[in-house]
């Protein structure tokens, strides 16, 4: 069952779900909008010269960040955002992250194939950005370019994210 905007609100004040910080009009009839951070992760220079073997190379290593109000992304160009918001989901609700269609109409890919937020998630997410239009575009933090649907499981977890998932530690 995906979670309305009552059942939204109902979790949060009861504490079962958290997004900090929130804003009331973030909301939506069925999902929660978020925004982008001033964190931006953008592949080192080295990484356009030479060619990388997936199997011993890791974003962590092939990534470097940057903090900054606003970024412009090239047509092509991948980098990676991380939401303002913080999410904490109980062990029976997961998330589903989607963009939004106003900037994907201007060629804005918000996620690649990291939509799924654990149930027992405690963390900001990662969004995977990709610039497909043909002319450059800027972002800025506190953007609304993504949005969350929750749905409720049938039955509680037994892996919480924010217990057994290595990455989710560290967002």
């Known amino acids: 069952m995906i979670l309305s905007d009552s059942d939204i609100k109902k979790m949060l004040e009861e504490g079962l779900l958290k997004i900090a910080p929130l804003a009331g009009d973030q909301i939506g009839p069925a999902s929660v909008d978020l925004t982008l951070s001033d964190e931006w992760y953008f592949f080192k220079d080295e990484y356009s010269r030479k ?7 890791g974003f962590e290593e092939a ?8 970024i412009t992304l090239k047509p092509g160009e991948l980098c990676l955002g991380k939401t303002q ?7 029976n609700v997961m998330g589903k ?3 939004r269609s106003r900037y994907a109409r201007m060629g804005v890919i918000i996620h690649l194939t990291s939509a799924l937020v654990q149930p027992g998630s405690d963390n900001r ?8 239009a043909p002319f450059p575009i800027k972002l800025h933090a506190g953007m609304r370019v993504s949005q969350v649907v929750f749905e409720l499981l049938k039955t509680n977890t037994e892996k919480p994210y924010a217990k057994f998932g290595e990455i989710a530690r560290q967002q």
């Open 85 to 91: 918001e913080r999410l904490t989901l109980p062990k």
């Open 51 to 57: 060619i990388v073997d997936l199997r011993v190379t």
């Open 63 to 70: 990534y470097e960040m940057k903090k900054a109000a606003e």
């Open 97 to 99: 992250l989607e963009g």
């Open 125 to 132: 997410q990662v969004l995977e950005i990709v610039n497909l």
